[in-house]
T-cell receptor, first 112, second 115 residues
Framework: QKEVEQNSGPLSVPEGAIASLNCTYS??????FFWYRQYSGKSPELIMS????GDKEDGRFTAQLNKASQYVSLLIRDSQPSDSATYLC????????????FGKGTLLTVNP | DAGVIQSPRHEVTEMGQEVTLRCKPI?????LFWYRQTMMRGLELLIY????????DSGMPEDRFSAKMPNASFSTLKIQPSEPRDSAVYFC?????????????FGPGTRLLVL
């Protein structure tokens, strides 16, 4: 069973702080990694993608990938109340015919 | 672009009734995905199509579920007969090319409650 694990949270941070969200995956053949944000009652929307080891920055968001440790993370700098949402980690596994396997998500709350 | 369109947005039905969920993908997208989301199991892929052809239906929970894509702009997910455990949010997503660099765009979802 190929799995993607996330801490369910809730993760609570004060406004302006750095929020760190973590994800581990079980299949070493995984090749593409995505972070989706889902506001309550809404659909998931892609905020970051990463394919190679290291860091990828986009505005206040940084995705980090370590394939040796089978670990991917998302850092949100200068957290805002509008960042409060559930963050879903998704993995595309080699040979899975484009299927994305999602973690159950981490609920982030940013307190003003 | 209107994005992925799903209907109905909410559905309340009684156990044993047939439920049909509908999806219109983004124009030009060759891939269409049906997902189910629950608190217990998270977001699960049920089935996906490429150029209107079902490619992988291994996530379809049982024979009560069926999906079709008669043309490039329309897909249905049918549950017959429905059961209370089918209560969930069902998302449709589409993609131009879901390979390494292409994301999937999700519709607003259909919230299904089976009483």
């Amino acid at each position: 069973q190929k799995e993607v694990e996330q801490n369910s949270g809730p993760l609570s941070v004060p406004e302006g702080a750095i929020a760190s969200l973590n994800c581990t995956y079980s299949d070493r053949g995984s090749q593409s990694f995505f972070w989706y944000r889902q506001y309550s009652g809404k659909s998931p929307e892609l905020i970051m993608s990463i394919y190679s080891n290291g860091d990828k920055e986009d505005g206040r968001f940084t995705a980090q990938l370590n394939k040796a440790s089978q670990y991917v993370s998302l850092l949100i700098r200068d957290s805002q109340p509008s960042d409060s949402a559930t963050y879903l980690c998704a993995v595309n596994i080699l040979g899975s015919n484009y299927k994305l396997t999602f973690g159950k998500g981490t609920l982030l709350t940013v307190n003003p | 672009d209107a994005g992925v369109i799903q209907s109905p947005r909410h559905e309340v039905t009684e156990m044993g009734q047939e439920v049909t969920l509908r999806c219109k993908p983004i124009s030009g997208h060759d891939y269409l995905f049906w997902y189910r989301q629950t608190m217990m199991r998270g977001l699960e892929l049920l089935i996906y199509f490429n150029n209107n052809v079902p490619i992988d239906d291994s996530g379809m929970p049982e024979d009560r579920f069926s999906a079709k894509m008669p043309n490039a702009s329309f897909s249905t997910l049918k549950i017959q007969p429905s059961e209370p455990r089918d209560s969930a949010v069902y998302f449709c997503a589409s993609s131009l090319d879901p390979g390494q660099t292409e994301t999937q765009y999700f519709g607003p979802g259909t919230r299904l409650l089976v009483l």
